[in-house]
Each structure stands twice: as structure tokens, then as C-alpha cells.
T-cell receptor, first 113, second 112 residues
């Protein structure tokens, strides 16, 4: 079972470049999430989606955009990369709310130089 | 958002039980208590969750205080593979989605 798959695993960007982090899940989960984790810190929520066509901001949305055209995919877009966006990015999905666990991918390690 | 407080680190010997404490004195009546763990270079992994009653699963047990202001994750027999950062999280349901607010967690070291 694949679960939540993130690509790429590693990426180095130059300041001002753009890129899309891909996330796909094969569990037919309605809810999907993007987090970032800075060194030595816990995860912070960037954006989330409760279903295809519905997205909302989390705690740290500035500098990012998302879309949700299908149940399976939830890409995260960085338009103008900045050094402050150097982090490890995790995508997660869950079946529902509150009492449903979130399933995480293995992360994308992004460095912006 | 309600916050949780955990010790920064704990140590355990292999094959011994481990009790990881968490304080959440500002918990609301609808907040679920979730525990996740994160092994090095991996994404967080769900461990267990509960609302009011104690819970058991194949990975661990969760003991919730009667007033719900604290909880304890219990690993019955720690192994080297249990060395990870353990996060105690209050799962806030906003009416549209549930949000996990991660703190810095407890780093568990397991030694032979």
C-alpha cells in the first residue's frame, strides 16, 4: 500500500525560483494537509483541504498556494522561493475529522540558496 | 488554541515500560488527544488517540486523567525502534476540518 506519496524527496532552489511539491494519496481520503517543519521544531500547518475544490489557510500560508482538483492530489506551489522557506515539507491525509488519524508522507527536504 | 506541555527528553532501557507525560490544562470538551511519533528523517506516525476513556492498541496505551487536563502515553516494552520524538497534540475541530498543532515533543532515547 502506497499511502501518501511525496515527490521530490530533495530539492535545491535558487532565490526567486518557483516549484511545485507533489502529494498524492491512494486511500480515498477527503482531508489533506500540508505542513512544514523547521530544524528542531514541530510541524506547522500551511494549508489544508476538506475535499476536491475546497482549500483553506493554516497557520503559515504566506508564500504558498495550493489547489485540489482531485481527491487524490494536493500540490503545494512556491511562487518566489525565499531562504525562509528552507524546510522539510510534509503532506498528510485523513479520512475525516477529530477522531481520525492523519497519515503522513516521508517529506520533501527543500533548500533555497 | 489549547496547548500541551511535554518534557523535552526522556530515557529508557530496552524491554522496560515507558510513561510519557503530557499536560493540557486548557483542553476543551471537544478536543481529542492525539499522540504521534516521528522517527529520524521520516514523517510523523500516528500512535493513538482518545477523548475521555483510556485506550489501548497494538502500539501503546493512552491513559487520560479524569479531568482531562493531563494524559500519559505508555509503551509497555520499549525497543530500540521506539526511539523517536513523541508529540502529544490536541486535535481541534473547527467545524470544517481538524487541525493538529504540533509542539516540540519529547525525544525518547532507548538504550540497551
Amino acid at each position: 500500500n502506497a499511502g501518501v506519496t511525496q515527490t521530490p524527496k530533495f530539492r535545491i532552489l535558487k532565490i526567486g525560483q518557483s516549484m511545485t511539491l507533489q502529494c498524492t494519496q491512494d486511500m480515498n481520503h477527503n482531508y489533506m494537509y500540508w505542513y512544514r517543519q523547521d530544524p528542531g521544531m514541530g510541524l506547522k500547518l500551511i494549508y489544508y483541504s476538506v475535499g476536491a475544490g475546497i482549500t483553506d489557510k493554516g497557520e503559515v500560508p504566506n508564500g504558498y498556494n495550493v489547489s485540489r482538483s482531485t481527491t487524490e492530489d494536493f500540490p503545494l506551489r512556491l511562487e518566489l522561493a525565499a531562504p525562509s522557506q528552507t524546510s522539510v515539507y510534509f503532506c498528510a491525509s485523513s479520512k475525516g475529522q477529530g477522531n481520525q488519524p492523519q497519515h503522513f508522507g516521508d517529506g520533501t527536504r527543500l533548500s533555497i540558496l | 488554541d489549547a496547548k500541551t506541555t511535554q518534557p523535552n527528553s526522556m530515557e529508557s532501557n530496552e524491554e522496560e515500560p515507558v510513561h510519557l507525560p503530557c499536560n493540557h490544562s486548557t483542553i476543551s470538551g471537544t478536543d481529542y488527544i492525539h499522540w504521534y511519533r516521528q522517527l529520524p528523517s521520516q514523517g510523523p506516525e500516528y500512535v493513538i488517540h482518545g477523548l475521555t476513556s483510556n485506550v489501548n492498541n497494538r502500539m501503546a496505551s493512552l491513559a487520560i486523567a479524569e479531568d482531562r487536563k493531563s494524559s500519559t502515553l505508555i509503551l509497555h516494552r520499549a525497543t530500540l525502534r521506539d526511539a523517536a520524538v513523541y508529540y502529544c497534540i490536541l486535535c481541534l475541530y473547527t467545524g470544517t476540518a481538524s487541525k493538529l498543532t504540533f509542539g516540540t515533543g519529547t525525544r525518547l532515547q532507548v538504550t540497551l
